[in-house]
């Protein structure tokens, strides 16, 4: 079967791009704005609902992430060679996708709905804000409606020979086009717009997520600091620390 | 013995007047931008009250500062490192806009476009957070000079304890002021909550303060500090904090708050202090044997083993000098008379407060009150208008025994002054009943009464001599006029000017941005001046500083 441009473009294009924006994009981000590398937190603003929202999103997320290190990362081979039956593996899949799905969906919609119909909440959010939320509401239902809806309660669809390895091809040069290509087109919505949110991860808080503080469980407890001469800022580059009074957000 | 220096500040409360100069000053200084509206990094409190934010010192609902654990470890009271990892996401002991007061401001356009002949037009508030109309509930300073006490000043957690005998009635009520700043602590516990390790304490001088380049606004810092004097700027998403105005410091300069202060009560110099004894300070069992801790941590500039290591450990001549002039180790150590506040949180704060003495609230009944010998205050301190009980659980975790002798001594030099003014008999033994000699008492009322701007400010300055060579290095590569909007900005220097066509012709040269424009210099003001003003739509250079997350 011949690959066609528009496959080229969705499937080997368009996530290389992705991926290139995403190298360089936080390089950029990394050197030239680290005061804006924050969460931005708006739990002064509103707490009540916060409390349930985020802690459901972030577990969720990562729950949903080690799902799909084990499902797209770990080749369908591996598993098997440690005598995983396919089946056991659905099964767990399933189940174990399902309780993300729901934490995640939980988080998200309350979330949302937060950040949408809170007034205080709504008047922090950038542009790119509503970017990387419409993208990861997508990512979030397309992602969840297979599994509950395919392979908890439908037959099955086994994304493991066909999206996985296109993935992997992605990482190591040879990217099976024609097995995306053929995928139902909600995996194809989904992977889309997962590398669309790579490519817009360095512009938005969403880079708060590489700065999750894991070495404070080993530091010790207060920080000294010397009183160093530091440069100027870069020429060029800005280097404002606050922004300036009247300045809309 | 590891000694350290540390800037702190003492303030006499017997002179503050509530005017707020001190806030107003540094809201103007530090915290006049979006985002800070609501942040006061110094602010005034009327005691009894609920303070800003409010409740903030009731840590058993906030969980600020430290907390000895069932072994007598020390611990951070809101939870250990994993605890704070794990409730990263929600952070339950943040307060949130509404215990400071949401910030607004007024719709004085209203006011401004009201046409004449109206009926007076009012300006409506409007909340900062959300550009919207808003009803204001609460602000800081909401129950200033006790307004609406009967109210609010039973929330004042220091009165727990006192409820029998403290009413909010006219005649008995009382009142003082309390200025607030960052307490720059020997064992900050903000900078211990801290995940990102972006809050730090400077080696130098103990100032403590957050980078904000790595602050990644985990909010821990807020809850951790159990002053509440870590504020969340809502617009950058970033904690900001006091800083001891320290540019200014390090030139030598007092706080602005220190150098508007009306009232001239406040003390800025240095302590010396042995940073190996800090953590075991800070683990005293006894909650009321934490102030004595504390003194035990400062050292002594006079003792010249002390200065011997003190410049072993590379504290600079003209600092351990500035030591021994220090009117706040005066204050704090030699007289005894200022107080830690609330330090029972554990984390050895270094803006002390010298407790306000009161009139005798009910002189008839007064125990020991003498009509004939109305200075004699001593029998009276417990007859206070200000109860010795409150003033204790503000400074020295509810033990009166230290404010009794800071307030008798207090009376002392009052007593002695007064004698001496009005030719009056004394008793001899006055000075040795508040544990002084007389030119102890002495020097102390010239330190609380006459002392003058450079005995009340004793700032060594920084020793900036690396930054200047390296600010001299960076000033050979660049203009150091090219900060955002200064002078200089946009320009690579001089190298933007690069002359195009022949001598002699139209000046006009290549500017970085590739345009071609007109240069001003040299020009007559008469005939064309061609690229002066950039076409209809162009854009300007996009700034990369203001990509991304906005």
Redesign the interface.
């Known amino acids: 079967m011949n690959t066609t441009t528009a496959q080229i473009f969705w499937w080997v294009a368009l996530p290389y791009f992705a991926l290139g924006v995403f190298v360089v994009g936080h390089v950029?981000?990394w050197r030239?704005?680290?005061?804006?590398?924050?969460?931005?937190?708006?739990?002064?603003?509103?707490?009540r609902r916060?409390?349930w929202g985020?802690?459901l999103?972030?577990?969720g997320t990562f729950a949903a992430i080690a799902g799909h290190v084990i499902g797209v990362l770990i080749p369908q081979s591996w598993t098997k060679a440690i005598g995983i039956p396919e089946s056991g593996y659905r099964w767990f899949s399933a189940a174990a996708g399902t309780v993300a799905a729901v934490l995640v969906i939980g988080g998200i919609v309350i979330l949302a709905t937060r950040r949408l119909f809170v007034?205080?909440v709504?008047?922090?959010t950038?542009?790119?804000d509503y970017v990387a939320l419409t993208l990861l509401l997508i990512i979030v239902f397309t992602g969840i409606a297979p599994t509950i809806g395919i392979n908890l309660l439908g037959g099955g669809y086994d994304y493991r020979t066909s999206v996985a390895p296109w993935f992997r091809g992605l990482f190591s040069g040879s990217p099976d086009v024609q097995a995306i290509a053929h995928a139902p087109v909600i995996y194809q919505v989904h992977a889309t717009a997962a590398w669309l949110i790579w490519a817009i991860w360095?512009?938005?808080?969403l880079v708060?997520a590489w700065?999750?503080?894991?070495?404070?469980?080993w530091?010790p407890?207060?920080?000294?600091?010397?009183?160093?001469?530091s440069?100027?800022?870069e020429?060029?580059?800005?280097?404002?620390?606050?922004?300036?009074?009247?300045?809309p957000? | 013995m590891r000694v350290m220096a540390n800037v702190a500040m003492v303030m006499n409360l017997d002179k503050c007047i509530g005017c707020h100069t001190c806030s107003v000053t540094c809201k103007q200084v530090w915290t006049?931008?979006?985002?800070t509206e609501y942040v006061y990094f110094n602010n005034v409190e009327t005691k009894p009250g609920v303070g800003y934010p409010r409740r903030y010192e009731d840590q058993e609902q906030w969980r600020g500062g430290w907390a000895l654990d069932k072994k007598g470890r020390l611990q951070?009271k809101a939870g250990g490192?994993?605890r704070?990892?794990l409730t990263?996401?929600?952070?339950?002991d943040?307060?949130?806009?509404d215990d400071y007061g949401d910030p607004w401001t007024y719709d004085y356009q209203t006011v401004i476009d009201a046409p004449l002949g109206t009926p007076n037009p009012s300006a409506h508030s409007i909340?900062a957070?959300?550009?919207?109309d808003m009803t204001v509930q609460w602000g800081s300073n909401f129950d200033d000079d006790l307004a609406g006490a009967p109210r609010h000043a039973a929330g004042d957690p220091n009165l727990s304890g006192l409820e029998e005998r403290v009413r909010m009635e006219f005649e008995q009520v009382f009142m003082f002021y309390l200025p607030r700043i960052c307490e720059h602590c020997l064992?900050?516990s903000c900078?211990?909550s801290?995940?990102?390790?972006a809050?730090?304490?400077?080696?130098?001088?103990g100032i403590v303060l957050v980078?904000?380049?790595?602050?990644?606004?985990?909010?821990m810092c807020v809850s951790g500090c159990p002053y509440k004097k870590v504020y969340?700027n809502?617009?950058?998403?970033?904690a900001e904090k006091c800083t001891f105005c320290f540019p200014r410091i390090?030139a030598g300069q007092p706080t602005v708050c220190s150098e508007t202060c009306v009232g001239r009560l406040r003390y800025l110099g240095l302590f010396l202090y042995d940073a190996d004894k800090v953590l075991d300070a800070a683990a005293t069992p006894d909650e009321q044997g934490l102030y004595e801790a504390q003194l035990g941590v400062f050292l002594d500039p006079e003792d010249p083993e002390v200065r011997a290591a003190a410049a072993a450990d590379g504290i600079p001549h003209d600092w351990i000098e500035a030591a021994r002039r220090s009117p706040v180790y005066q204050l704090a150590v030699r007289h005894r008379v200022a107080l830690p506040l609330h330090p029972e949180y554990r984390t050895l704060p270094m803006v002390w407060y010298i407790p306000p003495l009161s009139p005798v609230a009910d002189v008839v009944n007064a125990t020991g009150y003498d009509a004939d010998r109305p200075d004699d205050v001593f029998a009276t301190i417990d007859s206070l208008r200000i109860p010795v009980e409150y003033l204790a659980n503000l400074f020295t975790a509810g033990d009166p025994a230290p404010i009794r002798r800071v307030l008798r001594k207090l009376a002392a030099v009052r007593a002695i002054q007064r004698a001496g003014q009005l030719g009056l008999d004394l008793d001899e033994d006055l000075p040795a009943s508040v544990g002084a000699s007389d030119e102890e008492l002495d020097d102390l009322y010239r330190l609380l009464a006459i002392a003058k701007y450079e005995e009340r400010y004793v700032i060594p300055p920084?020793h900036?001599e690396?930054?200047?060579?390296?600010?001299g290095q960076?000033e050979q590569l660049?203009?150091?006029l090219?900060?955002?909007?200064g002078p200089g900005m946009?320009?690579?220097?001089i190298s933007s000017y690069r002359p195009t066509g022949t001598p002699g012709s139209p000046q006009t040269f290549e500017a970085e941005d590739g345009r071609t424009r007109f240069n001003l210099l040299g020009w007559s003001g008469k005939g064309q001046a061609p690229g002066l003003f950039p076409d209809r739509g162009a854009v300007s250079a996009h700034?990369?500083?203001?990509?991304?997350?906005?």
Not at chain 1, 36 to 42: A, D, K, P
Not at chain 1, 221 to 229: C, G, K, L, N, T
Not at chain 2, 466 to 471: C, I, T, Y
């Open positions: 950029w981000r030239y704005d680290q005061f804006g590398w924050t969460s931005r937190s708006t739990q002064l603003q509103e707490r916060l409390k985020a802690p999103f972030h577990y007034p205080r709504r008047a922090t950038a542009p790119i360095p512009f938005s808080r708060h700065s999750y503080p894991v070495w404070y469980l530091r407890y207060i920080v000294f600091r010397s009183r160093v001469a440069h100027p800022n020429p060029g580059t800005g280097g404002r620390k606050w922004r300036k009074i009247g300045v957000y | 006049n931008r979006p985002g951070l490192r994993l704070k990892l990263i996401f929600y952070n339950p943040l307060p949130t806009i909340s957070l959300t550009g919207r064992n900050p900078v211990a801290c995940p990102s390790g809050m730090y304490k400077r080696s130098e001088d980078d904000q380049d790595r602050c990644r606004g985990w909010r969340f809502h617009r950058t998403g970033k390090e920084a900036a690396e930054a200047g060579r390296l600010m960076h660049f203009c150091s090219d900060t955002d909007g946009g320009g690579h220097g700034d990369p500083a203001e990509g991304g997350l906005a």
